[in-house]
């Protein structure tokens, strides 16, 4: 797990520095929304989704160097999307990985705004990757395609609704996994998708990497939920029993803790089970039990 551990670290430096590249500067006129927007991107965070698009790019052929781009584009997307599920008409709440949250910093308006910025500026960030040498135009094209939709109406957003209108009622089985196949499978599907279109992969291999995104993606918003009921506050970063406070709809309200661990366990075995067939597979077969036994 050590070496999982360092290609991890290594690729959050690679991907902080590149973030801090793509991300305009602070000091530029009207500095309060630059600012805001940093703020949020470097407030922490395990760059899960954007080491997902390098890793997987290089699982295909490709340096994960090169993707750079879409990974950094990915991770703005991700960091909107929590910006916005923090604001008071959202989940209200005052703090993201130990710290004050993007509205408590800067205001409601203002945080808005920053996610609002975060998002079209990824697709600006993403659009570079037409520019590095060994990688087609019209791939890019298709991961922009694709992360609009993933991230849009029939993707994350439809995920976030029905998360929503779903608060204080009881849903079934099927609505609590779209909810959240959609709401944080979804993005981390693509993230693997991108990669892997970016290095050329062929249809075959893109669909076994994004089945393989879905399971970890599900498995991930599991071990979310039992963390949320019981975590630890000082490693998690945010007051435990949020989703409790909110009312919301979680594995762990559905099927209590211990079924949920066992869906979990399940959905890592299938996750192992899509990889059989792939080379160099070592990083992805470590990381489904990295995930799986995660503390924050």
């Known amino acids: 797990m050590k070496e999982l551990e360092n290609e991890l670290y290594e690729c959050k430096i690679l991907v902080e520095r590149a973030l801090d590249k793509f ?8 500095s309060e929304i630059f600012k805001a927007m940093r703020y949020s991107v470097f407030a922490g965070g395990k760059r899960l989704r954007p080491i997902l698009v390098m890793k997987s790019a290089e699982l295909f052929g490709l340096q ?14 991700h960091t909107y999307s929590l910006i916005h599920d923090d604001l008071p008409c959202m989940d209200n709440d005052d703090f993201r990985r130990g710290k004050p949250t993007c509205h408590k910093m800067f205001g409601e308006a203002i945080a808005l705004l920053a996610g609002d910025a975060l998002l079209t500026h990824a697709f600006y960030v993403i659009a ?33 609704v029905v998360d929503i209108l779903s608060e204080g009622i009881n849903i079934d089985e099927k609505t609590l996994y779209f909810m959240d196949v959609k709401k944080t499978a979804e993005l981390i599907k693509v993230s693997l998708w991108a990669g892997a279109r970016l290095a050329g992969a062929d249809e075959k291999d893109l669909i076994k990497i994004e089945t393989y ?23 998690i970063g945010k007051p435990v029993g949020s989703d409790i406070k909110n009312d919301k709809n979680t594995f762990v309200k559905m099927f209590g803790i211990e079924q949920s661990k066992l869906l979990a366990n399940k959905l890592a075995k299938e996750a192992k089970e899509v990889l059989i067939e792939f080379k160099n597979k070592e990083f992805f077969m470590m990381l489904i039990d990295y995930l799986l036994n995660r503390s924050q």
């Open 64 to 77: 994960k160097e090169k993707v750079l781009p879409t990974a950094c584009g990915i991770e703005m997307i």
């Open 213 to 235: 995104g879905e399971k970890i993606g599900i498995m991930f918003q599991i071990i979310d939920d039992i963390l949320d009921t019981n975590g630890d506050e000082k490693i």
């Open 128 to 160: 570079k990757n037409k520019d590095v040498e060994g990688i087609k135009e019209n791939a890019v094209l298709d991961v922009i395609a694709k992360i609009s939709k993933a991230s849009g109406p029939l993707g994350m957003v439809s995920g976030q």
């Open 23 to 30: 991300l305009p500067d602070e000091n530029l006129y009207p």
